[in-house]
């Protein structure tokens, strides 16, 4: 069983950036996309990007576009979500999620289809 850990959250000012990570233990020989969501209080969990197990394709949401990229290190277990250009309405609580086993390019925004997911970290954005 993989288990995700995300890191790198807290408070920034509007227009910096921050860069989370998610760090899998356990049986990371299994192949997965990952996926990063956020979540504010009252609110769905909304789809921010993926990246396949190859890092060869990514997804990102429209809404984070241009400012949000993700990236990965499979030798050290990790996936990264770079945030540039923070805005206050980039406050959530960020979750990433991965669905083994898939060792394909193929990626999803739909949180059905990811099976294992970390605590979250949280980030505030301060105008």
């Known amino acids: 069983q993989v288990r995700l850990t995300e890191s790198g959250g807290g408070l920034v000012q509007a227009g910096n950036s921050l860069r989370l990570s998610c760090a899998a233990s356990g049986r990371t020989n299994s192949h997965y996309a990952v996926g990063w969501f956020r979540q504010t209080p009252g609110e769905e969990r909304e789809f921010v990007g993926a990246i396949s197990w190859s890092g060869g394709r990514t997804l990102i949401a429209d809404s984070v576009k241009g400012r949000f990229s993700i990236s990965r290190d499979n030798t050290k277990n990790t996936t990264y979500l770079l945030m540039s250009s923070l805005k206050p309405e980039d406050t959530a609580v960020y979750y990433c999620?991965?669905?083994?086993?898939?060792?394909?390019?193929?990626?999803?925004?739909?949180?059905?289809?990811?099976?294992?997911w970390g605590q979250g970290t949280q980030v505030t954005v301060s105008s």
């Open positions: 999620a991965a669905d083994p086993p898939n060792n394909s390019d193929a990626l999803t925004p739909q949180t059905i289809f990811y099976n294992i």
